[in-house]
């Protein structure tokens, strides 16, 4: 069971928006360090977003992050075939004082 | 760009200690995190632990008490070591780094299985 809860798919078709949830605590999605990795088959994770809002260089403006209180969400607008992926929230627990994970939410471009 | 290989064994048998090795290339262990995360075959990723510039750990509750992430005597390498492992420790497990806000830079993964 993760800390962090997503919902385990998601789907649409091409050029369509999409949004994934990702629910916790004040401890982990409250705090400032809430990030979201993509996971390609057979690939390392990529950074998409830190901070629940920012991105690193290079990655599309198409993905966009917020947090509303203890929940936060990952946008995918214009959706590419490419984008079909695994999709994970990451998150700093000041409790735990590490990093926990969500489930990771699969994404399917119809 | 910081570029991350890492290697070690890849099958081990029940008790025996996991070692695996991250060196860095086109960078230095300083200013960042360095970090080890695995992904059980088929399932999600989980947070190992993670290593910063001062030397200091972090470490998941519920491995702790089997993990050691250190630097290595050459200042751009850093290790992860998991003693006691059993089958549930099956996983491929990254090495990563970043600054306090994320991992952006990734190794390719080591599928390690342990198997009698």
């Known amino acids: 069971q993760s800390v962090l809860t997503q919902p385990p798919s998601a789907s649409a078709t091409p050029g369509q928006r999409v949004t994934i949830s990702c629910s916790g605590s004040?401890?982990?999605?409250?705090?400032?360090?809430l990030n979201w990795y993509q996971q390609l088959p057979g690939t390392a994770p990529k950074l998409l977003i830190y901070?629940?809002?920012q991105r690193p260089s290079g990655v599309p403006d198409r993905f966009s992050g917020s947090k509303s209180g203890t929940s936060a969400s990952l946008a995918i607008s214009g959706l590419q075939s490419e984008d079909e992926a695994d999709y994970y929230c990451a998150a700093w627990d000041d409790s735990l004082n590490g990093w926990v994970f969500g489930g990771g939410t699969k994404l399917t471009v119809l | 760009q910081v570029h991350l290989q890492q290697w070690g064994a890849g099958l081990l048998k029940p008790s025996e200690t996991l070692a695996l090795t991250c060196s860095v290339y086109?960078?230095?262990?300083?200013?960042?995190?360095w970090g080890w995360i695995r992904q059980p075959p088929g399932k999600g990723l989980e947070w190992i632990g993670e290593?910063?510039?001062?030397?200091?750990?972090n470490y998941n509750p519920s491995l702790k008490s089997r993990v050691t992430i250190s630097v290595g005597t050459s200042k751009n390498q850093f290790s992860l070591r998991l003693s006691s492992v059993t089958a549930a420790d099956t996983a491929v497990y990254y090495c990563?780094?970043?600054?306090?806000?994320?991992?952006?830079?990734w190794g390719q993964g080591t599928l390690v299985t342990v198997a009698s």
């Open positions: 004040r401890s982990n999605v409250g705090s400032d360090y």
């Open positions: 290593i910063n510039h001062s030397g200091s750990t």
């Open positions: 086109g960078g230095s262990l300083s200013g960042y995190h």
């Open positions: 901070s629940h809002t």
């Open positions: 990563a780094t970043g600054a306090v806000a994320g991992y952006a830079d």
